[in-house]
């Protein structure tokens, strides 16, 4: 798999995605699980594991709504006013399915 600047984007925005959901309250279950669900969804981006590849379509689509509902989510639940580094969490969720959605493969 070639690596475009969409595709590196990727990388970069789900890691830190992932890295933000860690630190947060730790070590709060729900925030481990929403990191390993990015990094889950990742590794089935970019594996060469012929399932993955074969349902590429479903894993994109998997990948795009499970970052909608995170977003959803915190919108339901979130701290009000909101945190500078969930607002900041939220852009790079938006830019990761922009990303996402402009990777041709």
């Given at each position: ?6 595709r590196i984007?990727i ?7 992932a890295f ?7 070590p ?11 990094l889950?969804f ?10 993955a ?13 499970y970052t909608?509902?995170t ?12 945190t ?13 399915i ?8």
């Amino acid at each position: 798999m070639k690596l475009t600047p969409y595709r590196i984007a990727i990388i970069i925005l789900t890691l830190a995605t992932a890295f933000i959901h860690f630190s947060l309250l730790f070590p709060d279950t729900l925030f481990i699980l929403n990191g390993l669900g990015y990094l889950a969804f990742l590794a089935a981006y970019f594996a060469p594991v012929p399932l993955a590849r074969q349902n590429h379509r479903l894993v994109k689509i998997g990948f795009v709504a499970y970052t909608a509902i995170t977003i959803l989510a915190w919108i339901a639940i979130g701290t009000n006013p909101p945190t500078v580094l969930g607002l900041i969490t939220k852009i790079i969720e938006v830019l990761l399915i922009v990303c996402i959605l402009s990777d041709r493969e």
